[in-house]
């Protein structure tokens, strides 16, 4: 790809001054303000002139020799007196011009910088935020979407999601058969696929999940296992305990299924997508397939009562990027990715819930 | 490959009973105690006969039809009355005879278990146990030895690690060059790569991370800086402060180099190793070279004043299971795995260690 | 964990003879057959007394001093004429014994050895053997089920994926309402979700698959889509006119559905269950859910017509070792993994054949 | 986050004509032109007034019922005769308003896409490309600088990378001290870290990398180990042989190390450095140090004889999208992104440039 060359006869580069240069305070110091250089393409005016730097490469400084020659040199590499290139303008106006190569959709030039991707488990999380978010989701009245996956199961952030649902945070949930069964095998045998809460396989323990399916078919459902009390903890029973509306899609990796489990996609669907129209938040966790066919069906905004929008707060948690990456590529443009363990990611916000609710009450009196 | 048949002439499974059946209760539901079917070749004695059911999966029940026929059959296919396999023994002796198709590296069978993976983020994390271990260290007087990846400065765990060597978890710290600009452009800057804590990538912010390593070189070294006030928190800051032992050791990326990094490579493995003959434990998060590298010159086993040995603890900690299995892979056989992100994985072992210190002090008093 | 003290007054042990030692040859330079050292506790006999060097780790050598001391040190560190211990044997034979820290199921002792993990993208591919398989299964008139997500369409192995059944290398093909969808998109538009076959998403791209969906509904049904001429390429349309039976299952995440798709999930299983019980091989391509469903009914083993059993060749390739180890920990154990991405991975299993083909027709003649 | 309400009395929302309808030809089955949804705000224009249809969501139409109700409605719903929008255009120059919410760092509204994002294992990798460009750099006598990972070595991609060495596809190749000696312990024992060809751990293993190193140190450099016979295939003795320039470069993982490996970082980068601003390509497989550490001193682009600059061709090839996202996210944006196994990756590059060889001769003659 050739590069368009800048037009150094524009009005902006023609007028701009000589570069300045300040020799170097001791050997492998720069001096205060260096211009610290990027890898693209760069001029340098000297004299009236622009003049690029030999050996380009970023992360480094421009020192103009004796002889004239300017180079681009390893901070580390310069020696006390050198005469080394000042300021951070790159767009000429100081004497320095770093010439873009990247232009976005609308054909505009973009600006050199780390850190630009969209999704990256670098990135901090922001839990105070999403703690903000879902405070005041409930306060007024909002209907939180949570879509799950089973590894929150199998990784014991069941006892988190509990007090999620039990203190008012979830407008509803939904998830596939394997999320109840595992739940259901938890409150039943104590393990999730046969391995125990320390996350060792247990001998005989692969019959066990099939063993809580069938003590839940045989109590005709969910509820009547709960109110039979089969199933005594976990989040299938805070979800019939406390009334929270709950829909269990079928899949054709399913045990069973469970007696709730809705077995046509096509119902399973529309049962999603009365919640999905009442959404005003989503929490999607560890699960791509859920998480995508959800974010099919989710606008990307909500309607206020006064007929203004905002974005619809839309959390994607998963392990890799990914998941993330995907469902952006599916169209849910909006998706704030986390990537993190679904038990530390459930663990960590319901703290920081915890903690942002008692600051509240505190600030309030 | 071809199996071994079993040998039905043997004394245990030529003594072995009939199988037993139970009729399900009702359609789609089986009898309490059903045999739960895996995907192994298996047999089932009838009438003093060994024979093995049609159309095997797992996940199933053994139905014996009226006409003797005997049939691997899903529970929500079994019909009120069917004739289901009880039983949960599978080695013959309650007339079913589950089949092993693997073998361990002594040639003997391995039983049928899921959940065997060494590393899985499907997995429990047991912060409990790592906080006990942390604190039983600290009250030895162990070596716990800490090696770090960058990832804990940009995701700002920053401060939890400065807890953890303020309160004296850590024996010493190994790392590189990026963790300490990372963390010395955040103190100066209070961002890293540019990038500020809410994970925006600033303008401009690509050359901080030059302009702090610049300030330090001047200051001549890292404790210098602390100590003139350029570097006012942070770890670096603690690890000067309460004099912890850090070794920073070089590689091909490193801008700069800070002052203290030893450039030597052979020379950064032999000061590595005085403190990896002296660890207890080790703590490796979100770094591959620098885990790999630890690995390589730790021992497996930690040798007692008594002479007793102990396994060495060691945690590895990253995104995802490809570095555990690559360290595994490199023979160091004893570390457990912890798939996470490495601010969260700081964040609730501090909290475990938080609240294990606190209970411990109420149950002495 | 306290490690069991080896029994030195064992038989074994205590016949075992001293140690041997060379001199090293040079500076930085062991003997030929040094005895290169492990992370576990090591002994060495001299002087008929077992005592454990000091420093240990491994990938090193063991040097006596002339002071009689034991030492652990890296090659480079050796200086000419050091006496360093030579041999190979692990279990005290040569007077060198290395305790094993590992066990395995039954107790028994593992050996150190390096690249021991089950799944990694660091082991090699052996296309020449899945060749071999693929050939000897047409050659016998075996069933092999293929089972492919939609990134086979996406990346374009579509060529590769038709010639296969052309050439009569699959016996069924299971997979959801994407891949069908992807691939008749390509054929009417020569997009996938929009995106042109240099991976550049397009304008207006986002509804094609909508519209490849509705001409299909249109037409009533695939096969009549490809008897209309409306599809004139890729998988579907080979399937269609080689009459190679598939099964389309459906999920939440399914657009349309195209008519042929089983929504309901429950008749979905059983019609996969229809091949499986058929198949002689799987290959599992590019989609967890898809292999995992399939796995779950799945017997580990084919049976011949002559009651012998072998195991079930499953192939299960997937750009992350995630799949595979998931699969594995639902009992799947018999599957191979192979770690790359769907596109390649289909493009030199192809080639391989082929060449394997012509081979076999020139050895024949 | 608000968004901004539309402007519906801009000169170009407010000359718009009202939306066309057309009605469903079938049950489930939409007109010719339907207008596809996405999950944006959108208002169709019906007698004059922009109307929001209810039920938001992308991959469906927009019906308007008997009683003037605009509803957003997926496909399969839609009855044969209802009144369905027709149309492509967004920006409401045919009556259908799509409103963006994304906007670039200009600040220009982005158009709804799917597949955007920059890496992803579900794009199509341009081999052919690739291919051409190899072609046309050792045409014009460019400097190709290739930079590898061990895991090219380990998993038998050896005989690809010695093919384009050998016929002069390589300027320089930077790596580090694993490489060399994964590549010579293959030569000498036909293991890589003990695996066999086949991907299986051997007995006694581990120690074969370290004899290998010994062996070398021995000879007293690679160079001289492949004049003594002692090393006899491979990619070092390939280079060697041909005389292609190599760096290999310390790290604090390293066993021995090689002779020729340069233990300083500083002089490790300067020796790279010296390759780097030659460099009119980049080929980065399987590496994230490496790749990394070029990037950093790597242009952007290439400055012609005659002052044109263009792109610096670089290709970034991993298993995992993470490490082509990291190398951006440190200022690599020309990067290219090939998620894929390297031994696939070097397989199938290798046999487009043969074949693109073979066709240009054609075309020649």
Same sequence: chains 1, 2, 3, 4.
Avoid at 53 to 62: F, G, L, T
Avoid at 99 to 116: L, N, V
Wanted: hydrophobic share 40%; with cysteine.
């Amino acid at each position: 790809m050739i590069l368009k060359a800048p037009d150094f006869n524009s009005a902006q580069l023609a007028a701009a001054p000589d570069a300045s240069f300040a020799p170097a305070p001791a050997d492998g110091v720069l001096p205060d303000k260096f211009f610290s250089t990027t890898n693209l393409p760069t001029w340098v005016k000297v004299d009236g002139q622009w003049r690029m730097p030999a050996e380009p490469r970023m992360d480094s400084a421009i020192v103009r020799e004796r002889d004239g020659g300017l180079w681009t040199r390893e901070g580390r590499k310069v020696k006390r007196g050198d005469s080394v290139a000042v300021g951070s303008a790159e767009d000429g106006s100081h004497g320095i011009y770093v010439h873009p190569m990247d232009y976005d959709d609308a054909g505009d030039e973009t600006e050199f910088k780390f850190m630009t991707s969209e999704v990256s488990r670098e990135k901090p999380i922001d839990y105070s935020l999403m703690a903000q978010i879902l405070i005041e989701e409930r306060a007024r009245g909002g209907y939180p979407v949570w879509v799950t996956g089973p590894a929150l199961v199998h990784s014991r952030a069941r006892a988190d999601m509990v007090w999620f649902i039990e203190n008012g945070f979830v407008g509803a949930l939904l998830a596939g058969n394997a999320v109840a069964v595992h739940d259901i095998e938890a409150s039943i045998y104590g393990t999730t696929l046969g391995m125990t809460q320390a996350g060792v396989a247990s001998s005989g323990g692969h019959g066990l999940h099939m063993r809580a399916i069938n003590q839940v078919r045989n109590a005709g459902s969910i509820s009547a296992a709960v109110k039979a009390g089969i199933v005594t903890n976990g989040i299938m029973h805070a979800l019939v305990t406390d009334d929270v509306p709950f829909v269990l899609t079928g899949s054709i990796r399913d045990d069973g299924p469970l007696p709730e489990v809705i077995t046509d996609t096509i119902a399973s669907q529309d049962a999603m997508r009365r919640h999905t129209v009442r959404a005003t938040m989503a929490i999607l966790v560890a699960t791509a397939l859920h998480a995508i066919a959800t974010g099919n069906m989710l606008p990307a905004f909500v309607t206020e009562e006064d007929g203004s929008l905002r974005e619809l707060a839309t959390i994607c948690v998963d392990s890799s990027e990914f998941v993330v990456s995907k469902l952006k590529d599916r169209g849910t443009h909006q998706a704030f990715g986390v990537v993190t363990n679904a038990q530390d990611f459930m663990h960590i916000l319901r703290l920081y819930v915890e903690r942002e609710i008692t600051a509240r009450a505190t600030t309030s009196k």
